[in-house]
């Protein structure tokens, strides 16, 4: 049994950018019926044993897009935080989102972009391939890039029930406002 796993901050602290509100259902609601429907779709099955992970690796339909969407969404609220310690990347996260992007402006209008253009519903990932190359992914709905052998390091949820409640229609603010929470510290961590 898989279980909601807690925020790393309380639900009122990353306002104005995300509301409580919108926690209160991205959180409460949304992830919470990943964490039901997946629950109740393995029971039973070859994959109710498994790691989350290895779920979604070995999995299809429902149980993938369940699985995926609980991964998905606890790696982004650990991407974010309400008190970032810079507004950018340093070390060798920045070095290589220099090598790889140009610089951190270009990076950022990038992932910006992509995460702006994916049409629906879905995710933008900056991601290390095996190689150490940094790049930037879309994923409509549930998916993943670990699927394609590629390590996440960030990623912005841009389902509609991510912005709407504070944003409306409009995702490129939502995107905009993403970076002033962005949990470097984190990210960088995640490079190893
Ligand atoms: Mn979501």
């Known amino acids: 049994m898989f279980e909601l796993p807690k925020l ?4 009122e ?3 104005p950018v995300i509301s409580a509100e919108t926690i209160s259902f991205h959180y409460g ?3 919470q019926a990943y964490v039901n429907n997946l629950n109740n779709l393995i029971k039973g099955t070859e994959f109710e044993n498994l790691s989350l992970e290895e779920i979604i690796m070995k999995s299809s339909g429902g149980i993938f897009n369940n699985a ?3 991964w998905n969404h606890t790696f982004y609220w650990e991407s974010i935080t309400p008190k970032p310690i810079s ?3 340093t070390g060798l996260l920045a070095e290589k989102i220099n090598r790889d ?3 951190f402006e270009e990076f950022k209008t990038k992932f910006s972009q992509a995460a702006a253009t994916l049409f629906g519903s879905g995710w933008a990932w900056l991601v290390v391939d095996k ?8 994923e409509g709905n549930a998916g993943n890039p670990m699927v394609k052998g590629l390590k996440p390091l960030l990623t912005c949820d841009v389902w509609e ?3 709407y409640i504070d944003y409306q229609n409009r995702r490129p603010d939502y995107i905009q406002q993403f970076w002033t929470i962005v949990n470097w510290k984190k990210i960088a961590e995640r490079l190893g």
Do not use: C, R, T
């Not at 790393?8 to 639900?11: A, L, S």
């Not at 190689?131 to 879309?138: A, E, F, N, P, T």
């Open 8 to 11: 790393p901050w309380n639900p």
């Open 13 to 15: 602290e990353l306002a």
């Open 29 to 31: 609601k949304h992830h």
């Open 68 to 70: 995926a969407q609980v």
């Open 87 to 89: 507004q950018m990347p």
């Open 101 to 103: 992007f140009g610089s």
């Open 131 to 138: 190689d150490g190359k940094l790049s930037i992914v879309q």
């Open 161 to 163: 029930h991510a912005y």
